[in-house]
């Protein structure tokens, strides 16, 4: 008595793009997340990757960690650096952030 009948709406007859619409801005919103962060942030793996590969003995290093010395010896995933006179520490290839230009560390 105090209850109305509920019924459902049907769907707009005739309308194709309806679906493509709705999902319009889902896809844009992905197009400007892949140009925004994702991209970049590939680019900067890609080029941290060919530092790595590029290290050779002698190349002076900086880590994550902030220890900075001098390859003595490069592994497949390890390298052997010297931070003082006869002081070697054994760092992961990847954990190197930056390679410095030739004489920057002139105390070693």
Known sequence: MFISNAYAQAAPAGDPTGGLMGMLPLILMF???W???IRPQMKRAKE??????????GDEIVTQG???GRVTQVGENFLHVEVADNVNVV??????????????LKTL
């Open 35 to 37: 140009f925004l962060m």
């Open 91 to 104: 760092v992961q290839a990847q954990s190197v952030t930056n390679v410095l230009p030739k004489g920057t």
């Open 48 to 57: 941290h990757k060919a530092m790595v590969a590029a290290i050779a003995k």
């Open 66 to 68: 902030g220890i900075a």
């Open 31 to 33: 197009i400007v997340l």
